[in-house]
């Protein structure tokens, strides 16, 4: 599964978001969402308008999810 994937998996969990909140307020399929951001053993990658989707709902800019090398190769 993607790094960034993981990222906002794990933010939810920390922030105690329910992903059937999420589903229903970005009309993206639970199951779907479930695969991708609370079954760890599926591995299901988000999609990119389904990231977008949920970043929105976050409030968040998708890439705060992001592990960017800085100018000298070292991840932010």
């Known amino acids: 599964m993607s790094q960034v ?7 939810i969990r920390d922030k105690g978001i329910q992903i059937s909140k999420i589903s229903e307020v970005t009309n993206l399929e639970y199951a779907r969402l479930y695969d991708s ?6 591995g299901r990658d988000l999609r ?5 989707r949920v970043c929105t709902f976050l409030e968040k800019n998708p890439m ?6 800085d100018v000298r190769g070292n991840k932010r």
């Open 48 to 52: 990119d308008d389904e990231m977008i």
């Open 64 to 69: 705060d999810f992001a592990e960017l090398p």
């Open 37 to 42: 951001l609370g079954n760890s053993g599926r």
């Open 5 to 11: 994937t993981n990222n906002i998996a794990r933010y």
